[in-house]
Structure formats: structure tokens, C-alpha cells
């Protein structure tokens, strides 16, 4: 794997996650130790490594347990599921597979590794309590132009709803693929759209079929056109689905996201009868010098 540290920086480890491809899903930064480190100087170690997001944990009290924080390049998240799954991929690499405690900005969230058919160390997370609202016809209309999208891009058995499983996020589900593929948006416009809203990203989605989603995520709050495969999202669209009645727990779901950008990654989203939490699923491999 990567690494690099500096006099003022611990190790920095790169792992791409939701594949098996260091090539595909989505790279994150991790450091296993930051507590020598100041918000500031992981705000500038995240903009130096220009991902979506790094991950910075600090070991807690509790042996497995760890704070962890998640740097954008441009700002701090509560909650970063693609940089869970690497952190927590990165963690058992060291210390073995189990489980793990990640206390988040948003929450805790409970992470279990293990090794997948291949070989794969493969983490699931468990997202805080999800809760999901309705959008407003401005809020959907306003998001819609600046996507250069119509009303009658969407399906309309699926309406679009403000979702949150440890960050917020608002789901637009359109009626299809090309409509999914073909995303060239106001950069500037949406960011502020987003930031007015507490929005981490916005989950587009196009349903295949009842267990199969295509999804993308701009992230321009973030200071990211688009993020390849989004764990919080993941999670957020399945508490939406199931909210709908789209679903029935219990359920398994794939997600193919990152196509569109040639970084194709696979999440899986279970929900289960009795826990209201939705789980996101996927391997982490390094990517190489």
C-alpha cells in the first residue's frame, strides 16, 4: 500500500474501497494515528491528497474502539462511509479481523471485518438510527435545474425524499439509465444549494429492478465534481427504500456506482426485520506505490 508520513504527519495509508480494484471504487486516506494532529492539519492533509475524503482515527479507551474523523478537501463531514470501510479494512490489516467501534461526528457505528469467497478483508458498517423527509416541490425543482434535469426525468413511483443514515443527503431517482449517465451540472449553483441544506451529497439513483440501483453522487460541498461510490449514501438510500415500502426487510440490495467515472465499485445494503439501522457492505484494497 502507499504510505508517507512527515515530521508533522503520521502515516498516511491509501485504500480504494467498494472493490476489489485499487483502480476502481473510491479512494480514501487513512490515518491510523492522528493524535498528534489539529483539525487544521488534517483539513490540509485531506486537500493535499485531493480524495474525497481521509479518515483520521485516534484509539479510545476501549480496546477496538477508535474516534474517528472525516476531512474532505475542503471541509469536515460527520460521517464518511467509503472512508469507514478502508479505515476499518486498514485497522484489521494490523490487528486482525473483528469487530470494531468507529465514534463519528454523527454517531457511533459499529464495523465488522471480515474476509470475503477471495480472500478480501471486507468491512460492514452499521449507520446510526435513519431517518428520511419529504422534499418540498421548490427544493426538488430548484435541485432539478441545476442538474439540467426536467420533473419528467423521474420516476414517478419513487418521489424524492431528504434522507439521513450520518449524513444528509437528497435521493432523486430518475426514470433512466441514459438520464443517470448524462450528469453535467452548475458546480458553484449546487454547492450552495447544498450547503443551504446541510447536504453531504445528492444520491442519483435509476432502479434496475427491486434489488439492483445504479447510483451517482455529486459532492461539490466537498470540493469534489463527483464521488465514486458513497457508503452514507448507500446507507441513506436504504432506509428511503424501505420508508417508501420499495422494500421489505428483510432485504439485500447492490449498488453499482462509479461506471460513469471508470472507478466501478460495488456496495451492498442489507436491512434487517427488528433494527430499524441500515448496513453497508464492501471490500478495501490498497492502492500501490
Known sequence: MTSE???????????????????????AGVVLDATTLSAGRMLEIAA????SETAFL???????????????????????????????????????????????????????????????????????????EPAGAADVEQALALLGWAAEDLDPALPPRFAHAGARHLVLVVAT???????DYDFDGLAAYMTARDLTTLQLVWRED????????PFPVGG??????TGAAAAALGAYLRELG?????????????DDLGRP??????LHEGDTRVRVTGTAVPIPA
Do not use: K, M, W
Not at 420499495?246 to 462509479?258: D, F, I
Open 58 to 132: 485516534t484509539a479510545a479507551a476501549a480496546p477496538g474502539s477508535y474516534t474517528a474523523r472525516y476531512f474532505s478537501p475542503l471541509l469536515e463531514v460527520p460521517f464518511c462511509g467509503h472512508a469507514t470501510v478502508a479505515a476499518a479494512v486498514a485497522v484489521a490489516a494490523r490487528d486482525g479481523v473483528g469487530r470494531y467501534t468507529f465514534h463519528t461526528g454523527a454517531g457511533e457505528v459499529p464495523v465488522e471485518v471480515d474476509t470475503d469467497p477471495a480472500g478480501l478483508l471486507r468491512a460492514t458498517l452499521t449507520s446510526v438510527e435513519p431517518h428520511t
Open 48 to 51: 493535499e491528497l485531493g480524495y
Open 5 to 27: 508520513r512527515s515530521p508533522r504527519t503520521p502515516e498516511i495509508l491509501r485504500y480504494a474501497a467498494f472493490t476489489t480494484d485499487p483502480a476502481g471504487g473510491n479512494p
Open 177 to 183: 439509465r441514459a438520464r443517470l449517465a448524462d450528469l
Open 210 to 217: 427491486a434489488g439492483t440501483y445504479h447510483v451517482r453522487d
Open 224 to 229: 469534489v465534481v463527483e464521488d465514486p461510490a
Open 246 to 258: 420499495a422494500v421489505t426487510a428483510p432485504a439485500e440490495l447492490t449498488l453499482h456506482q462509479g
Open 265 to 270: 465499485g460495488i456496495l451492498r445494503v442489507s
